[in-house]
């Protein structure tokens, strides 16, 4: 059961506009959204910290990362919006999806790839970057790319402990963990 109930319509004017234009037509606004909404400073800052944009790296790496960030937090709320919406457009098979959860480097990844679970892993566990590592990344990786990669790490952090802290429900349309 959430700990927040999610802002209900009508909505402040502004607030509806905002979150009309994040979602599809029809397609109500996230439980996440909503719940961010009762704090509208809070969900603007909050907005404005995204990174779902064409960035420097592929839409698959940038979802391996955030599936994986989402997982070692157990954020399944938002774990599962992103399988939901992006995991076939990143091309991810069952296998991906589920290797996103496991633990270590599967099989499935490729050797550019199993550096994104490492860095995500490596940040999630020591809150750092090792040498080692960071001389593996950047054989392959760019500054500009290294940044966002690290950053998108830290947003995704951020956001389950949000849906966690708040005990969000997921979505009916999400994907929930394998077994």
Request: proline residues 6%; glycine residues 6%.
């Amino acid at each position: 059961m959430a700990r927040i109930e999610p802002a209900a319509r009508p909505y402040e004017a502004d607030m509806e506009a905002t979150l009309e234009k994040l979602m599809p037509p029809g397609v109500e606004p996230l439980v996440l959204f909503r719940t961010l909404a009762r704090s509208p400073r809070v969900f603007r800052r909050f907005m404005a910290g995204g990174l779902l944009d064409k960035g420097s790296v592929t839409l698959r790496e940038r979802e391996i990362v955030i599936d994986r960030a989402c997982a070692r937090c157990g954020g399944e709320y938002e774990w599962g919006v992103h399988i939901a919406l992006f995991a076939e457009k990143a091309g991810f098979g069952a296998e991906e999806i589920a290797a996103t959860v496991a633990p270590g480097e599967a099989d499935c990844w490729t050797p550019r790839e199993k550096l994104l679970i490492r860095l995500v892993d490596e940040l999630h566990d020591t809150a750092h970057v090792s040498d080692a590592l960071w001389s593996e990344l950047t054989s392959e990786f760019s500054g500009e790319q290294l940044i966002e990669l690290v950053v998108l790490t830290g947003l995704y952090h951020m956001v389950s402990f949000t849906v966690n802290a708040l005990r969000l429900e997921p979505e009916a349309y999400a994907a929930r963990f394998p077994a």
